[in-house]
């Protein structure tokens, strides 16, 4: 599509979309990301290594491969897209595409908090709470979780701060349409259109700000991760 | 069976076979440190161990490792005091005391008032809304022991209990908890260094070296 043939663009829009986006993703992966994060810091299986590199080969790939991927898996002779395709429902080139390349994109960065928060947390309180005679999922939930938690809400800000910004995965899957134009993207709109030189500096002054005070928070949470863990002994 | 207890296990790691087998109800495992007495209390509990062998508690078999037997911890029932108390940093004093499902409170067998007992024979009225970190060695340690005692335990097993512990507490606290075991009939394995925990507290004395 070229590029004149595009909408114009639209900052708030924009913004309101690369919001929406992040959070989205952020809240999809968080149940995967926890569950990954646990096996992989607190179980030994068969094929972990393997896992644990799929996991995080989205961080070292090239994003634009991931889309390339990710667009096989879900275009309509994929095996995931296929099938979607029977129920009549096309992923590309929309908003839920947008929100799944930045789901597999960013969730790396939630499931390695996850795992550290959870190795951070010393067994022997679990194994305190099961002679007690809680059953293992009741232990989790209380004891494992609670301890964790600041350090995964980090480990999601984290995530959540990445995905405001992913544009290579997403531009693949997703394309630059009115729907899926994020900021990152709005802005990819912008090079070409010098004459909005403020819809741009606004997309910019707006990037930095999310992004800066995610970061703030992430900080924040990890630090208060570290003094929840220094509490006993 | 006549033995309260009776244990068989190989523990590669340790590269050494502790067996302990007796009829007495209140056993103490006395030895140097580091010669296994926290991991013998550990099997027990049945918590990580890489001891493979038998134990059978109270009639029961609880590890049977030929046919793959094991009783998961949640639900062998015992008091587990461990050395460094290890109470959930997240939680009150309450909390960490009220923390077992099987706990007494509420039950018709008069578990409000076995909980209030508790409470003042270790002395931790005074703490009840603290939180772990603001809590000594000491206070630790009584709150993780009014913590397994409060789980209706059917097996008490103490890692140095009273380690942490100054003096006349020590005292007060030992006599306080040799007469309670003896009124419950709770039995115990105690992994000690102290010869005088172990004449108020065990009627059997196992070396283990």
């Not at chain 1, 639209?10 to 809240?27: K, M, P, R, W």
């Not at chain 1, 980090?154 to 544009?167: C, I, N, Q, W, Y």
């Not at chain 1, 070409?192 to 997309?203: H, M």
Request: a neutral charge.
């Amino acid at each position: 599509m070229p590029l004149s043939a595009q909408p114009p663009v639209d900052a708030g829009a924009a913004i309101g979309a690369s919001l929406q986006v992040a959070l989205l993703c952020t809240v999809f992966a968080a149940p995967l990301a926890i569950a990954g994060g646990w096996l992989l810091a607190r179980r030994r299986f068969f094929g972990k290594a393997l896992v644990s590199a799929a996991l995080f080969a989205p961080m070292v790939l090239p994003p634009v491969v991931t889309g390339l991927l990710l667009l096989e898996v879900f275009g309509h002779d994929g095996p995931l897209g296929g099938a979607l395709a029977m129920l009549g429902v096309s992923i590309p080139f929309t908003r839920a595409a947008a929100v799944i390349a930045a789901l597999v994109v960013g969730m790396p960065l939630f499931v390695m908090a996850a795992r550290a928060a959870f190795e951070g947390v010393d067994r022997s309180y679990d194994e305190v709470s099961a002679t007690l005679g809680e059953r293992p999922w009741r232990t989790f939930i209380r004891v494992t979780l609670p301890l964790a938690w600041p350090g995964l809400v980090a480990g999601a800000v984290l995530m959540f701060a990445r995905s405001l910004g992913e544009f290579g995965a997403t531009i693949v899957l997703a394309g630059n349409s009115g729907e899926t134009r994020t900021i990152a993207i709005a802005l990819y709109s912008l090079l070409d259109r010098p004459g909005d030189a403020s819809e741009t500096r606004i997309l910019v002054g707006a990037s930095l700000a999310i992004s800066l005070a995610t970061l703030v928070a992430y900080e924040w949470l990890n630090r208060r991760q570290r003094r929840r863990l220094e509490l006993d002994e | 069976m006549s033995e309260t207890f009776s244990l068989a296990l190989e523990f590669s790691r340790l590269r050494r076979t502790i067996s302990i087998s007796s009829a007495a109800r209140r056993i103490a495992v006395v030895g140097p440190s580091g010669v296994g007495k926290t991991t013998v209390l550990r099997a027990v509990a049945g918590l990580a161990s890489d001891g493979t062998g038998t134990i059978h508690v109270l009639g029961e078999s609880w590890q049977d490792s030929a046919t793959g037997h094991r009783v998961p911890a949640w639900l062998r029932g015992v008091g587990w005091v461990p050395q460094d108390a290890r109470l959930f940093p997240h939680a009150t004093v309450a909390e960490n005391l009220r923390w077992s499902p099987r706990g007494t409170d509420g039950g018709a067998d008069g578990g409000a008032d076995r909980g209030a007992e508790v409470i003042e024979a270790l002395e931790l009225g005074g703490l009840l809304e603290r939180m772990p970190k603001s809590l000594s060695g000491g206070e630790r340690q009584r709150v993780a022991l009014g913590r397994a005692l409060l789980s209706s335990p059917r097996l008490l097993l103490l890692d140095e209990p009273f380690a942490a512990l100054d003096a006349a507490l020590h005292a007060r606290v030992r006599s306080w908890l040799a007469r309670r075991i003896a009124a419950l009939r709770i039995p115990i394995l105690l992994a000690s260094h102290d010869p005088a925990d172990i004449a108020a507290l065990a009627e059997h004395v196992h070396p283990l070296e």
